[in-house]
């Protein structure tokens, strides 16, 4: 739908939505408790995925820092903020890639019963963050960007339970690796859509579909 047909909280200013403002601080807070239990989960199990799923809380805790920063600022500050974070979004996932690429000659197999445990409660945390957040979708740059997140991050909690399962069926490590190398890809997708609307918004252009 068009922003000029928006009534709800989506089209107020994300400075003066008292909403949007409540659901960064708990977006925030959720994924940096949930990046600590994640990383001790990963180095315990030997997860890749759990690994990158717990770099993924950390970078979303500092990305919801800066549009909790830039809130008061005017619309290039947030779109600028927004291509820093597509930035981030985007060394995620080259990173997840080639961390997976490496893991590959390890032959060590990951321990699937703390990687479901664990998947299912980074689901239930990312699942409520989507939800809460679900409204903010159509933003600016900046504030799809946080959207965007939320989405991939519950995603990826999904095909990390599907890796535990699959592990455990096949006493190999692909599974876990397979799902590493997905979720980077969606990291690297959703930096190339918030970079590219950022961009438009700062050239002034019509922002690309969602």
Known sequence: MSAHCCHDAACASPATDPRWRRALWTAMLLNAAMFVIELGASWSSGSVSLLADSIDFFGDAGNY?????????????????????????????????????????????????????????????????????????????????????????????????????????????????????????????GAWSVGRQAQAELQGRPTPAH
């Open 65 to 189: 820092a800066i549009s909790l920063a830039v809130l008061g600022l005017g619309a290039v500050a947030r779109s600028r903020a927004a291509l820093f974070k597509a930035a981030c979004m985007g060394l995620f996932g080259v990173g997840v890639l080639t961390r997976a690429a490496w893991m590959l000659g390890s032959g060590a197999v990951p321990e699937p019963a703390t990687m479901g445990a664990v998947g299912l409660l980074a689901l239930a945390v990312n699942a409520g963050v989507a939800v809460m957040l679900y409204r903010f979708r159509s933003g600016d740059a900046n504030m799809r960007s946080v959207w965007l997140c939320s989405r991939n991050d519950a995603l990826g909690n999904l095909a990390v339970m599907l890796a535990a399962l699959g592990v455990l069926g096949t006493g190999t490590a692909w599974p876990d690796l397979v799902v590493a190398g997905v979720m980077g890809g969606l990291a690297l997708s």
